[in-house]
DNA sequence: CATAAATAGGAAATCGTTTTCCAAAGGAAA
DNA sequence: TTTCCTTTGGAAAACGATTTCCTATTTATG
C-alpha cells in the first residue's frame, strides 16, 4: 500500500508537509501544494483512515445508532434508508462509520456504552429511533463525551442537534388537507407509542387544527400498530366521519377495518411508505424523505464535530397521494 | 481512556506481555496471566479496536458489502435483517464492520475499489446480492486480495466461501408439497432475474420435480417483480393448474390476478418475509432466517481470516404457510 | 541597515496496539 | 559443574497517519 511516505519522497518533501497539504493546513505555499497534489495524483493515495483516527483524537468516527421498530418490522424499509442516507453521505464526507442498533446495549449501562465507543475511536454519534424510555442513551448524549445528532426527537445542548421535519405542522397539514378536501366536522385521531416524541408533536399538530377549525376530535393509542389501529377503527370509526392516523401503517388497518365494515370515511396516514402501494387505495400522507433526513444528520454532525454549538435542523417534507400504480413493473 | 500501557503498569509486566494475554499467545505463565487479566477487570481496559487494526495486518477489519434491491424496495425487509445478523454477530466475535452498499461503487474499477478497502484496513468481505451483471465485483472476489464470503451465489475458491439455503432443494419442496396437496399437472413457474444466482437454482429445483412427477410447466420470467408476476398470471394463469412463484413478492402479484380474474389456483412463494401477512390469503412459502444466514456469514469470513480454505456453508429453510393473524398487535 | 515579525517546511513525538527479537532464568542432559 | 535447550517476559520497532515544536528563510518595520 502506497502510504504518505511515498507521497513525501516522490515528492521531495516532509511527511509532515504531505498531511498539512492533505488537511487544508495554512502555511503551505501554493508551489509546494502543487507538488504535493501531483504526487497524490500520480501514486493514486488514498489515506489510511484507520491510522488517521488513531492518529488524531479530533476528526474521530462516528456511530450509526438505529433503533430497529420491532413491533412494526414491515417498516424495514424505513430504517434501510436511514441508514443507507448517512453511510452514503458519510463516504462522501470521508468519515468512517459503523453501525449499530439498539438491541446491542439493552441492559447495558451508561459506563459499558461509553467505553465501547470509546474502544473504537468514535466522538460522533447519530441516533435514530429514540424513545423517552431509553433513560441510559439519553444519559449518553446529555453526558457531553461524543457529538451527537438525533433524529426526530427535540435534544439540543451544547454538542448535540437534532434534525428531522416539523411534525407537528406536517400532521396539521395533512389532516388539514384531508379534512377539508371532504368537509369532515368529527376526526378519529389514532396516535403512535406514548413514549415517543413524534408522538407528541403530531398529537399537538391535531389539537391545534381542531382548535382552528372547531373540529371534535376522539384520541386512540394506536401504537403505530396496524392491527390496534384496525381494531380502534372497528370500533369509533363508525361515529366519526374522518380517520387521521400518526402512520401509513396504522392508515391501513384503518382502511381494512372500513371496509370490513362497508362504510366509507377519509383516511390519512403519515410517513409515505413505499408499501402504501400494496393497500389498493388511496390517501393522503406526509412524505419524508428518510435519506435525506440522515444525510443531512450527518452533516450536521460533522459540523458539529468540527466548529461547534449544537441546533436543530429541520428537513423538508411533503403531502403525497399514495397508490398502487405506485409500483412500476 | 485505560491503555494497554495502564494495564501494564498495574499488573507490572511489560505492554507486550499484556498484549500476549489478551490474543491468548502461548509462552505467558498462568501466574501472569491471571495477575493481567485481574487488572484488566480492576481497570475496565477495553482494548482500542482502531490502534489494534492498524498495527496488526491480520486481524483486520471486514466490509459488509450489500446489493440493496431497487426495485423489490419493499423488501427493504431482509436487507436489513441481513445487516442485522451480521453486525450482531460481529459485535460477538469482536470484529468491526463497515457497511457499504453496491451504489457506492457503481462506475468503479476493480483498482479503485481495492484501493478504498485497503484504506480502509478491510482484509474480510461479506457480499450479498451479487448478481451475474457485476463484473467488478466478480473480478474483486476473484482477486484474492480478501478474505470474502458470498452470500446466496456459489463462488468458492482458496479464500472465499458462499452460505446460503439450498435454493434448488427448497424450491423442490415447496412447489412438490404444493403440487401434492393439490394435485396439479400443469405448472406456471414464475422465475426471479435473469442475472441471479439463486434464479438458476430455484429454475433448476423445479425442472427436476417436474421431471420426477412428470408434470408439464410453463417458465415465465417474473423479474422479482410484483407487477410482472401480477401481468404473467393474468395472461396464463388460466391454462394452468397452480402457479409456483420464486419469490413472496412475485406470489402476491400472482395471487391478485387470481383475484382479479375470480379463478382459483394454489400459489407459492419463497422468502416467508413479513409483507406476505399484508396479503390476507394462505400460500405455502420457503422461510429463510435471514439473519441467521449472515450470522452464519460472518463466523465463516473469521474462520476464513484466521485458518484457511473456502468451502460451501449451508444453512436451513423451513416450509411455512404464511397467513394474515401472523402479525400481532 | 539592523531588528522584529511572519511564513514555510522539517524533525520528532504521539496515538494504542501487535509482533519480532533478544535476554534472563530455569531445567535437563552430560 | 558445565553446557545446552526451553520457557518466560521485556525492549523496541513497526503500523500510517497527525500535530507540536523548532529552525531557517522572507518580509516588514523602524
Do not use: W
Not at 31 to 53: H, Y
Not at 219 to 243: H, P, Q
Not at 246 to 261: F, H, Q, R, T, V
Not at 275 to 280: R, S
Amino acid at each position: 500500500m502506497v502510504s504518505i511516505k511515498d507521497v513525501a519522497r516522490h515528492a521531495g518533501v516532509a511527511i509532515s508537509t504531505v498531511s498539512k497539504v492533505l488537511n487544508h493546513y495554512p502555511n503551505v505555499s501554493e508551489e509546494t501544494k502543487e507538488r504535493v497534489n501531483k504526487s497524490v495524483e500520480e501514486l493514486n493515495f488514498l489515506p489510511n483512515s484507520v491510522a488517521a483516527a488513531l492518529s488524531s483524537k479530533q476528526a474521530g468516527r462516528v456511530a450509526l445508532l438505529v433503533n430497529l421498530s420491532k413491533k412494526t418490522q414491515v417498516v424495514g424499509e424505513i430504517d434501510l434508508q436511514y441508514i443507507q442516507g448517512a453511510i452514503h453521505k458519510a463516504m462522501e464526507l470521508n468519515l468512517d462509520v459503523i453501525t449499530l442498533f439498539f438491541s446491542m446495549f439493552q441492559n447495558r449501562t451508561l459506563e459499558e456504552i461509553t467505553r465501547y465507543l470509546k474502544s473504537q475511536s468514535i466522538t460522533g454519534i447519530i441516533i435514530y429511533g429514540l424513545t423517552k424510555e431509553d433513560v441510559v442513551l439519553h444519559e449518553l448524549v446529555e453526558s457531553k463525551q461524543f457529538k451527537c445528532v438525533v433524529i426526530d426527537a427535540p435534544i439540543v445542548n451544547e454538542d448535540t442537534s437534532c434534525v428531522g421535519i416539523d411534525n407537528q405542522r406536517a400532521q396539521y397539514d395533512v389532516a388539514r388537507k384531508t379534512i377539508e378536501e371532504n368537509n369532515c366536522r368529527q376526526v378519529l385521531y389514532i396516535t403512535g407509542k406514548k413514549n415517543g416524541y413524534v408522538t407528541d408533536a403530531r398529537l399537538l399538530g391535531m389539537e391545534q387544527l381542531t382548535k382552528e377549525l372547531g373540529l371534535k376530535m376522539q384520541v386512540c393509542d394506536g401504537k403505530f400498530s396496524e392491527l390496534c389501529a384496525r381494531n380502534i377503527t372497528l370500533k369509533y370509526g363508525k361515529d366519526n366521519d374522518v380517520v387521521v392516523c400518526a402512520s401509513d401503517l396504522m392508515a391501513i388497518g384503518a382502511m381494512k377495518a372500513l371496509i370490513e365494515m362497508d362504510i366509507f370515511r377519509p383516511v390519512c396516514g403519515f410517513d409515505g411508505i413505499i408499501l402504501m402501494g400494496y393497500v389498493g387505495k388511496q390517501m393522503n400522507t406526509v412524505r419524508q424523505n428518510f435519506a435525506e433526513i440522515s444525510s443531512a444528520a450527518m452533516e450536521e454532525l460533522q459540523r458539529l464535530m468540527n466548529e461547534g454549538e449544537g441546533r436543530i435542523v429541520e428537513t423538508a417534507y411533503n403531502l403525497a397521494r399514495m397508490k398502487y400504480m405506485d409500483i412500476i413493473c
